[in-house]
């Protein structure tokens, strides 16, 4: 993401956004840091499908992807521990994901299990990268067949809850207890977004049209 305006002014509205306080960098910092945009920030793709038009294929700016958590709930970004000493398990209703410690070359990875069945990872290379080796990679993710462009995927964070839909099914965890999964009709997946996700009704309205909702996330 860019930045388009002076650095201090951003960090502060990120912690602004967080409620977090400004702290001498360290490891409760970043504990706490990365705590409050777990629960404040959810990953989702409505913003990558509401803006794919007027973005095109490109990453936003720093300052839109704050006005979007800000204004309407949006988010989008993820994290990778790279100090692992061993194997760490974050369980989330069905789902199981492993973190693995850091390989001979440095590299972290983790794996989602699901069902009890490997359904996917990827590797963090933490070498050195110009901006411009990702282009590629990012205009592939707004392919008409890339996964997030036939896909509905949210997930929030909060204590003692969990709640997740992929595509048209909503699966929740309360104090560590799965629910059902329930299978939603298309046409109440706006509503259902805005009333466990905060996202406003119309923007995921005008977000799913023409997605099929096809791909498995």
């Known amino acids: 993401m860019r930045v388009n305006e002076p650095g201090g002014i951003v960090l502060s509205r990120y912690l602004r956004i967080l409620r977090v306080p400004r702290r001498e960098p360290g490891l409760a910092a970043l504990a706490e840091l990365t705590s409050a945009h777990l629960r404040r920030v959810p990953f989702e793709n409505v913003s990558k499908l509401y803006h794919r038009k007027d973005a095109g294929m490109r990453l936003p700016d720093l300052v839109p992807f704050l006005d979007g958590i800000e204004r309407h709930h949006l988010g989008g970004t993820c994290s990778l521990p790279l100090d692992l000493e061993q194997d760490h398990e974050v369980r989330w209703g069905s789902d199981r994901y492993v973190l693995k410690p850091r390989d001979g070359a440095g590299r972290s990875r ?108």
Request: hydrophobic share 35%.
């Open 110 to 217: 983790v794996e989602l299990y699901r069902d009890g069945g490997l359904r996917h990872g990827y590797q963090v290379d933490p070498r050195p990268r110009r901006i411009q080796e990702f282009e590629r990679v990012i205009a592939a993710s707004f392919d008409e067949g890339a996964t997030f462009m036939n896909a509905l995927m949210v997930a929030r964070f909060s204590p003692g809850r969990s709640a997740t839909l992929r595509n048209q099914t909503l699966s929740e965890t309360r104090e560590g207890r799965a629910r059902a999964p329930r299978t939603l009709g298309r046409d109440g997946l706006p509503a259902t977004v805005e009333r466990h996700f905060g996202i406003p009704e119309a923007i995921t309205r005008q977000a799913l049209e023409g997605v099929s909702l096809t791909a498995g996330v």
